[in-house]
């Protein structure tokens, strides 16, 4: 036994006048015991506070009950290391807590695994069917009902029932609004979705299934992105089913999709626009290099939310991929199908990673081409174009081509679902015959966007992790610009300014590690 721990045992046991160190003790020697039994000391626990610390961390346990010391972040950190999940960020503004089933993999297993949804969609998708189908699989209701709650929507609840679609059960889960026709834009709903501080990776997954499906609207009806205002999507159960769905992903531990060839249905579909040919024109849109059918039921049976939601996680399409099934989840279509089950059946279960030991994030793809005969004028265009179509990164660099001219190898990373429309924009805004891909593995630190308040003004600081550890944090670049031009100082001083109260911020709260998985946009 570490002596640091039982050092003085009278003295610590009868600690009257600090009385929240005698829980301290407690839970670190409790940490020390389990960290050595699991010969990990340093996997998830952090390093033992010292009382001083705990002292200043824990104050307010003095008028707290034993349950709530039972959800301390001291505790919670010991409880993760004997066999549950505790998902918390280390920042008083984001204290989500999200349970995972995919803390029974076992930690000394050299073949790591990850958490595998496979989207059935043999009837299609829809918003409420994926969280009916997450339900169905094991998703607490409550929970995700208790973090929606943080958007500050108004008037509406969430319930689900157990119902009968051709020969399969399934669960049916339906939002009830008092809110009359509503529009909203993409800025309002993001705000909505980062003030309300959702666990990050479900945050991060909310925003950018709503920017996908913001992004083909704004293709469809040729305008900015800006200017797009949702219809139907914009109402309180499209926004709760959205963004329920990347909590109730979040609550079972998924790390990566794939899916299924989408039956869209036929004939046409009553919506805001009137009546549409299905799919309908937001649906194709995002629909672009997906294999789609239709079985010839005229129906809709892929809506533009079950779209977004499949496209924009999904990063290969393709029969049921080999994995350890763990929990199956059928999800019902408000519509009772003659011809076949309106459900969308998801399957969980683990697969390996390609390498042992080692985790790969969700391959990209690499666009290339080679021009000798285009303007640089027009290249910064098309990198400006690029970027905000969705790429995640766009570079070039110079080579010697044919005939002796100097000329550009341009590479453009993106995710599967943008591989199309972006070769599009390469053959309509530069001066090439052609294009090569070829898919890539990468590695991506977990991130997030911590706001801190400085003397200027608040300044989001972009956190990366390693395994729970801070590793690089930086401030946002356009917060400071604009902060820097507002105020008439140096950049350089808003930018030094952020830095520093991020580090005063961390330095003043309890060590907290941060699961693996927090993963926002990168351009790696």
């Avoid at 019902?332 to 390609?354: F, M, P, Q, Y």
């Avoid at 008439?488 to 030094?496: D, E, S, T, Y």
Wanted: aromatic letters at 6%; proline letters at 6%; charged letters at 20%.
């Amino acid at each position: 036994m570490n002596p640091a721990i039982i050092e003085k045992p009278r003295q610590r046991v009868k600690n009257r006048r600090h009385p929240e160190l005698n829980f301290w003790y407690a839970t670190q020697a409790i940490a020390f015991l389990t960290s050595s039994l699991s010969g990990a000391k340093d996997r998830g626990l952090g390093p033992l506070q010292s009382p001083t610390r705990a002292i200043r961390n824990n104050r307010k346990l003095q008028k707290t009950n034993a349950s709530a010391i039972l959800q301390s972040s001291t505790f919670a950190r010991v409880r993760t290391k004997i066999g549950v999940h505790v998902h918390l960020t280390a920042f008083p503004a984001q204290t989500s807590i999200v349970f995972s089933h995919s803390s029974m993999r076992n930690p000394k297993d050299p073949m790591k695994t990850l958490r595998h949804a496979y989207l059935d969609c043999f009837s299609g998708i829809s918003g409420d069917m994926v969280l009916g189908a997450l339900v169905d699989a094991g998703a607490d209701l409550g929970a995700i009902e208790s973090e929606l709650r943080k958007l500050g929507l108004e008037g509406w609840t969430i319930s689900a029932e157990k119902v009968k679609r051709g020969q399969i059960f399934a669960t049916q889960v339906k939002v009830a609004s008092t809110e009359g026709h509503h529009h909203r834009g993409l800025s309002i709903i993001l705000d909505r979705i980062d003030k309300g501080h959702l666990v990050p990776r479900a945050a991060e997954r909310a925003r950018k299934i709503f920017t996908r499906l913001a992004e083909a609207e704004a293709k469809v009806h040729q305008m900015p992105i800006e200017q797009v205002h949702f219809h139907e999507v914009g109402a309180v159960d499209s926004i709760v089913d959205i963004v329920g769905a990347a909590i109730g992903f979040e609550l079972l531990g998924i790390d990566e999709f794939s899916c299924s060839p989408l039956d869209v249905g036929a004939g046409q579909a009553k919506t805001a626009h009137g009546l549409l040919p299905v799919p309908a024109p937001a649906t194709a849109e995002l629909l672009k290099g997906v294999p789609m059918y239709t079985s010839g039921i005229a129906k809709e049976l892929v809506t533009p939310t079950g779209a977004a939601i499949a496209t924009t996680l999904a990063t290969r399409y393709s029969e049921i991929p080999q994995m350890t099934l763990s929990a199956i989840g059928y999800g019902a279509g408000s519509a009772d199908l003659t011809e076949k089950a309106n459900v969308l059946r998801i399957l969980i279960g683990e697969t390996a990673v390609s390498e042992p030991g080692e985790h790969w994030d969700a391959p990209i793809t690499v666009i290339e081409t080679n021009v000798d005969d285009m303007s640089p004028q027009i290249y910064g265009y098309f990198v400006e174009r690029a970027l905000a179509a969705g790429a995640l990164d766009v570079f070039s660099a110079p080579v010697q081509m044919k005939k002796n001219r100097p000329g550009l190898l341009v590479t453009i990373l993106a995710e599967s679902a943008k591989v199309a429309p972006l070769i599009d924009l390469v053959f309509r805004e530069t001066t090439t015959l052609g294009v090569r891909t070829h898919e890539v593995r990468r590695k991506i630190l977990d991130r997030e966007f911590v706001p801190v308040a400085t003397p200027f003004g608040e300044v989001q600081m972009k956190v990366s992790r390693m395994n729970g550890t801070v590793l690089n944090a930086t401030p946002e670049y356009e917060d400071c610009q604009r902060i820097a031009a507002q105020k008439g100082i140096p950049l350089k001083q808003v930018m030094a300014a952020a830095t520093f109260e991020f580090q005063k911020q961390t330095e003043s709260l309890p060590h907290r590690t941060k699961p693996a998985g927090s993963k926002g946009a990168a351009n790696g």
